[in-house]
Nanobody, 126 residues
Framework: QVQLVESGGGLVQAGGSLRLSCTAS????????MGWFRQGPGKEREFVAA????????YYTYSVKGRFAISRDNAKTTVYLQMNSLNPEDTALYYC???????????????????WGQGTQVTVSS
């Protein structure tokens, strides 16, 4: 049984930082592309970042480029999202997702990910 468990969310002031973690179990972690998505209040779920199975390629949505960084530790079966210079527009429920490395389609396509976590809430106050 595949499980993705996010942690690290919380309340932070604008300009602050948080690091989200997502620990996976029940899958061969190194064979999966890992992604982060978010859903803000009253908004649709959106892609945030993705990291290839080997860790060699990263992808970010435009609004977080230069502020967020995705990384992974395959030995710990964990993917991270370092979030800096947070602003209130980053307030959302953040989800970790996994898809097999050879899955076709753009990394930003949520439906291409077969496994999802329950989410961790990030709230940025102004």
């Amino acid at each position: 049984q595949v499980q993705l468990v996010e942690s690290g969310g919380g309340l932070v002031q604008a300009g602050g930082s948080l690091r989200l973690s997502c620990t996976a179990s029940g899958l061969t972690f190194g064979a999966y592309t890992m992604g982060w998505f978010r859903q803000g209040p009253g908004k649709e779920r959106e892609f945030v970042a993705a990291l290839s199975a080997t860790g060699g390629r990263t992808y970010y949505t435009y609004s977080v480029k230069g502020r967020f960084a995705i990384s992974r530790d395959n030995a710990k079966t964990t993917v991270y999202l370092q979030m800096n210079s947070l602003n209130p527009e980053d307030t959302a429920l953040y989800y970790c997702a996994a898809r097999l490395a050879y899955t076709g389609g753009t990394y930003s396509l949520g439906s291409s990910y077969g496994h999802w976590g329950q989410g961790t809430q990030v709230t940025v106050s102004s």
